[in-house]
Structures are given as structure tokens and as C-alpha cells.
């Protein structure tokens, strides 16, 4: 596991993005670990998968916060 400062952390942006797949990385303060990155795979939208999270149009309403909890 990777450790850095947070310093580092939030002046190098790129950090992240180039850590591979399921690797992981620890931030610290003062040699104590504050908390931990991973990075994972972003799930592939498919086009089931998007007419299954789409609104119905022409109901009169929506329930936002199933559909809101449905994205994540």
C-alpha cells in the first residue's frame, strides 16, 4: 500500500487516477494514517441497465427519492 501525506494528497490530483485497479492508498498526517483510497472499476452503463433507471414519461409523477436511491 502506497502512503502519502495530505499535503501531497490534495496538491497532486493525478494520485489517484494512477493507481491501479484495486490498489490502495494511505493518507497520512504526521505518520498516522487518516484514511484510505482505493480505486475500483466504474460499472459499464448498459442500455438495459439505463432504461431500467429511466423516468417514465407520461406518468404525473415521479418518486425522486426511490429513483435518487436507484443511482446509487
Given at each position: 500500500?502506497?502512503?502519502?501525506?495530505v499535503?501531497?494528497?490534495?496538491?497532486?490530483?493525478?494520485?489517484?487516477?494512477?493507481?491501479?485497479?484495486?490498489?490502495?492508498?494511505?493518507v497520512?498526517?504526521k505518520?498516522?494514517?487518516?484514511?484510505?483510497?482505493?480505486?475500483?472499476?466504474?460499472?459499464?452503463?448498459?442500455?438495459?441497465?439505463?432504461?431500467?433507471?429511466?423516468?417514465?414519461?407520461?406518468?404525473g409523477?415521479?418518486?425522486?427519492?426511490?429513483?435518487?436511491?436507484?443511482?446509487?
Amino acid at each position: 500500500m502506497k502512503k502519502v501525506s495530505v499535503r501531497e494528497f490534495y496538491r497532486n490530483t493525478g494520485l489517484v487516477d494512477r493507481l491501479p485497479e484495486g490498489a490502495a492508498m494511505a493518507v497520512t498526517c504526521k505518520g498516522k494514517a487518516k484514511f484510505i483510497v482505493t480505486k475500483s472499476s466504474r460499472p459499464k452503463m448498459t442500455r438495459e441497465l439505463a432504461q431500467k433507471r429511466a423516468i417514465p414519461s407520461g406518468t404525473g409523477k415521479i418518486d425522486v427519492n426511490r429513483f435518487i436511491r436507484s443511482l446509487k
